[in-house]
T-cell receptor, first 113, second 116 residues
Framework: AQSVSQHNHHVILSEAASLELGCNYSYGGTVNLFWYVQYPGQHLQLLLKYFSGDPLVKGIKGFEAEFIKSKFSFNLRKPSVQWSDTAEYFC???????????FGQGTTLQVKP | DTGVSQDPRHKITKRGQNVTFRCDPISEHNRLYWYRQTLGQGPEFLTYFQNEAQLEKSRLLSDRFSAERPKGSFSTLEIQRTEQGDSAMYLC??????????????FGPGTRLLVL
C-alpha cells in the first residue's frame, strides 16, 4: 500500500540551528514528492516539489530537499532556521497515475528565538 | 488570482443535520480535490474532479458524503446525517491539470466542521 512516514513528530530548535526532517514513502512506481508548510493560522503552502531530474531540489525560504530513490526518502533541510519557520511541515506523495496526494502525519517545528 | 477559496470557514452543527461546503478553485484549474484533516494528522484524500467528472473517490467517502462540480468550476461537498466523527477540517485544493505540472496542488483555507 502507498504510504508516507514522517518520523519526527515534534522538533524544537534554537534559531540558527540546522534542520533536517525525515520523510520516507512506500510505492513501487514513479512518484512526485512534495513538502507543504502550514504556518499558524494559515493554509497549506507548497514549499518545494520533486518530479524528476536533479534529486536535490530547492524551495522557498532557503529550504531544500533531497530525493534518494534507493532509500525511498525525501528529507527536508535548512542550514539555519529562523523563528518565523515555526510551523507544521507535511511531506506528501503523488503518483503519476492518480491525482491524489498521500500525506505524512506532519512534523511540528518550534523554533525558539 | 485570489487562490482557492472555501466557504464557510467554520461550521457548527448538531448531529443528524446536513451540511454543505463550497470550494472555488483557482481560475482555469481543471482539477479539484477534497481532503479531510483531523487533529494531529495529515490531510486524507476524499475525492477529485477533472473538470466536471468525478474520477476517484476514497473509501473514506461513505454514502453520506456527496461531491459535485456541475460546471467544472466551483465544487460542493455535502455531508448528510452528520455524525460526531465527521468533525474535521475539510480542505479543497486545485491544480492546473496540464501536462508537466498537473500534480502541484494549491490548497484553500479549509472549512472547520464541528458536529455536536
Amino acid at each position: 500500500a502507498q504510504s508516507v512516514s514522517q518520523h519526527n513528530h515534534h522538533v524544537i530548535l534554537s534559531e540558527a540551528a540546522s534542520l533536517e526532517l525525515g520523510c520516507n514513502y512506500s510505492y513501487g512506481g514513479t512518484v512526485n514528492l512534495f513538502w507543504y508548510v502550514q504556518y499558524p493560522g494559515q493554509h497549506l503552502q507548497l514549499l518545494l516539489k520533486y518530479f524528476s531530474g536533479d534529486p536535490l531540489v530547492k524551495g522557498i525560504k532557503g529550504f531544500e530537499a533531497e530525493f534518494i530513490k534507493s532509500k525511498f526518502s525525501f528529507n527536508l533541510r535548512k542550514p539555519s532556521v529562523q523563528w518565523s519557520d515555526t510551523a507544521e511541515y507535511f511531506c506528501a506523495m503523488g503518483s503519476s497515475n492518480t491525482g491524489k496526494l498521500i500525506f505524512g502525519q506532519g512534523t511540528t517545528l518550534q523554533v525558539k528565538p | 488570482d485570489t487562490g482557492v477559496s472555501q466557504d464557510p470557514r467554520h461550521k457548527i452543527t448538531k448531529r443528524g443535520q446536513n451540511v454543505t461546503f463550497r470550494c472555488d478553485p483557482i481560475s482555469e484549474h481543471n482539477r479539484l480535490y477534497w481532503y479531510r484533516q483531523t487533529l494531529g494528522q495529515g490531510p486524507e484524500f476524499l475525492t477529485y474532479f477533472q473538470n466536471e467528472a468525478q474520477l476517484e473517490k476514497s473509501r473514506l467517502l461513505s454514502d453520506r458524503f456527496s461531491a459535485e462540480r456541475p460546471k467544472g468550476s466551483f465544487s460542493t461537498l455535502e455531508i448528510q446525517r452528520t455524525e460526531q466523527g465527521d468533525s474535521a477540517m475539510y480542505l479543497c485544493a486545485s491544480s492546473p491539470g496540464l501536462a508537466g505540472d498537473s500534480e502541484t496542488q494549491y490548497f484553500g483555507p479549509g472549512t472547520r466542521l464541528l458536529v455536536l
